[in-house]
C-alpha cells in the first residue's frame, strides 16, 4: 500500500526591465513596446508568440540580460525546460547574480530529471535570498528525488516555517515521514495539509493509507470515502477491498 505523489513546483516569474541592450535596430521606445507586447503575451499564456517576438529583439539589438531572461521564463512556460536552461544560462553569464534565473533554471534542470544541477541552483539562490518558501521547497523535491530524504525532510520543514499554511509542502513533508516509516509524523502533517485545504482528495486518501498502517481500519476507511467523493477513483478500490 502506497501513497500518492502530488508535486507542484514554484516558478518565479520576475518582470524587471534593465534595459542593457545596445540599441542597433529599434529605437528604444520600438524595443520598450516589443518588451512590453512579449510580457503581455507570457502573461496570457501565448508563449509562442512572446517567443518570437524575444528572439526578434535579441537579433536585432544583441544582447540583453533582461530579454534573454523573458525568453527563458516563455520556453519554461511551453515545457521546452532544455531551451529553458540555455537561455536562463546565458542570462546569468551575463548578470552572475541574477537570482529569478537561477531560480527558475533549477525549475528547469528538475523538470530534465538532473536533480543535482537543480539543488546547486537552490543552493547558489538560497545565499542570497534565505526567505522564499518556494526555493526550500523545491530543493526538497530535488533531495527526495535522489532518495536524500533527511534533507528533503529539513527543507520541507523549512519551507513551512517560513509559509505556515503551504499546504502542499506539508502533504510533501508527509510523503517524505511515510517513506522513512515515520507514520506518526506522517499522519500529524496530513492532518494540517487537510486543516488547510479540505478538498483535496490526495489528502485524505494519503491520509487512509497511514492510518491503516497504524491500526485505524475505521480511521482510514473514513478518509478513503472521503477521497473517493472528492472523484479519486483508486480510494473505491481501497475501499472494497479493506473496509468490510
Not at 520598450?32 to 496570457?44: D, P, R, W
Not at 518570437?52 to 519554461?76: C, M, P, R, W
Not at 505556515?164 to 506518526?184: H, M, R, W
Request: hydrophobic content about 40%; some cysteine; aromatic content about 16%.
Amino acid at each position: 500500500m502506497s501513497v500518492k505523489i502530488n508535486n507542484r513546483l514554484y516558478k518565479m516569474k520576475i518582470t524587471i526591465i534593465f534595459l542593457t541592450m545596445s540599441f542597433l535596430g529599434f529605437s528604444q521606445n520600438e524595443t520598450q513596446k516589443m518588451i512590453n507586447e512579449g510580457l503581455a503575451f507570457s502573461k496570457e499564456h501565448k508563449n509562442e508568440q512572446a517567443v518570437e517576438i524575444f528572439h526578434k529583439i535579441l537579433k536585432n539589438q544583441g544582447s540583453s540580460v533582461d530579454v534573454t531572461f523573458y525568453l527563458g521564463n516563455a520556453y519554461l512556460d511551453l515545457g521546452q525546460y532544455d531551451q529553458a536552461i540555455i537561455f536562463f544560462s546565458e542570462a546569468i553569464r551575463l548578470k552572475p547574480n541574477f537570482t529569478a534565473a537561477i531560480f527558475n533554471r533549477g525549475n528547469a534542470y528538475y523538470q530534465v530529471k538532473d536533480f543535482k544541477n537543480a539543488i546547486t541552483d537552490f543552493n547558489n539562490f538560497i545565499k542570497t535570498d534565505s526567505l522564499q518558501a518556494e526555493a526550500f521547497y523545491t530543493r526538497a523535491n530535488a533531495y527526495y528525488k535522489l532518495e536524500n530524504y533527511i534533507n528533503a525532510e529539513k527543507d520541507f520543514l523549512k519551507a513551512i516555517t517560513l509559509n505556515p499554511a503551504y499546504e502542499q509542502a506539508y502533504f510533501d513533508l508527509g510523503n517524505t515521514y511515510f517513506i522513512q516509516n515515520k507514520l506518526q509524523e506522517a499522519l500529524l502533517v496530513y492532518d494540517k495539509a487537510i486543516i488547510i485545504n479540505k478538498n483535496n482528495s490526495s489528502y485524505y486518501f494519503n491520509r487512509g493509507v497511514v492510518e491503516y498502517n497504524l491500526g485505524f481500519p475505521e480511521d482510514a476507511c473514513a478518509d478513503f470515502k472521503n477521497a473517493e467523493d472528492l472523484g479519486d477513483t483508486e480510494a473505491e478500490g481501497y475501499i472494497k477491498e479493506l473496509c468490510k
